[in-house]
């Protein structure tokens, strides 16, 4: 009797083993399926390990675009990575080729950002996304740094109406047919499993700004409740201010608000953006941001995006 009763304990004890190895190995080959399947949206930290520049246009006294210079500004403050918006002016458009030639050259990564019907249209193309769809896709054969295409405040105002699901799957489509590395990445402010449900499968990810310039307080719950929503289907990039905005017309977010700002998106999204970073070597959010870089000493340096398993390594 009392061998069999170590037998038993010894088959259970067997079966526990087997059963935690199996349900390892499911979850490890589930995990490996999710971004399997996700994988035709290309990279996953397409915006870099380290903030992407939106920054200050730099113009000339024609106030076209002083390219030159702001290629040598991103590199002096160390991004690898420019945000631009190519504007209802019809020299944007041609301001904007000339800026791709340049980033390529410098190995600059360059998206560029198109206006919605809820804030004007962009030229030459307007409203015509498809348009715009396949003139970036084209470009970006020419000029491979052009990474990604974004419209601006997708759900806003009338914009909701032009961008349905069928609009945005047919954007989307459009590029893949030309380029499949172009990456479709529009902006919206709000992240549920509803929008998530609409835009999956139509994206290769999204810009997430945070509004509050006053603090950072909520900031890693909003970012990973959207992170459930979007339930691993695409990537979230999160944006952050370094700017006065028309909600918050009395200045700038002080730097350490700034900087709390910084370092929860790039802990919590799957990468970061800049608006309105100054290029201003003596810009006190410039010295901030300086800090997430590769070669920095900072904990978050070179790591924006990574998960919090890997940043504790």
Not at 49 to 61: E, I
Not at 145 to 158: A, T
Not at 166 to 182: D, F, G, H, M
Request: charged share 20%; proline share 6%.
């Amino acid at each position: 009797m009392l061998e069999e009763i170590v037998i038993c304990k010894i088959v259970i004890a067997v079966v526990c083993i087997l059963l935690f190895f199996a349900v390892a190995t499911y979850a490890q080959s589930s995990h490996r399926a999710l971004h399997s399947d996700a994988s035709h949206i290309g990279d996953w930290h397409a915006m870099g390990l380290s903030p992407c520049a939106w920054s200050v246009p730099l113009l000339k006294p024609d106030h076209s675009l002083d390219v030159d210079q702001t290629i040598d500004l991103l590199k002096q403050a160390g991004f690898r990575c420019e945000i631009a918006v190519v504007g209802g002016n019809p020299e944007s458009w041609k301001d904007f080729k000339r800026f791709a030639a340049a980033a390529n050259s410098a190995n600059i990564d360059l998206w560029p950002v198109i206006l919605p019907p809820s804030e004007g249209s962009s030229q030459p193309y307007g409203h015509d996304y498809v348009g715009w769809a396949e003139a970036f896709a084209k470009l970006s054969l020419e000029y491979p740094h052009v990474r990604g295409l974004n419209i601006d405040d997708l759900d806003q105002g009338e914009s909701r109406e032009t961008f349905t699901r069928e609009y945005v799957c047919q954007i989307y489509s459009t590029k893949r047919k030309i380029n499949p590395k172009l990456l479709f990445v529009p902006t919206i402010y709000d992240l549920d499993r509803k929008v998530a449900d609409r835009l999956a499968g139509c994206v290769d990810g999204v810009w997430l700004w945070w509004v509050n310039l006053e603090k950072a307080t909520g900031l890693p719950s909003f970012l990973e409740n959207s992170k459930l929503a979007a339930a691993g289907r695409f990537p979230i990039y999160g944006g952050v201010y370094a700017h006065s905005t028309s909600w918050h017309e009395q200045g700038n977010p002080v730097p350490h608000v700034f900087q709390q700002t910084l370092e929860s998106t790039c802990e919590h999204a799957d990468g970061t953006m800049i608006w309105n970073i100054s290029l201003a070597p003596s810009d006190p959010l410039l010295e901030i941001t300086k800090r997430f870089s590769p070669g920095s000493s900072a904990p978050l340096a070179g790591r924006c995006g990574q998960s919090p398993g890997m940043l504790a390594n």
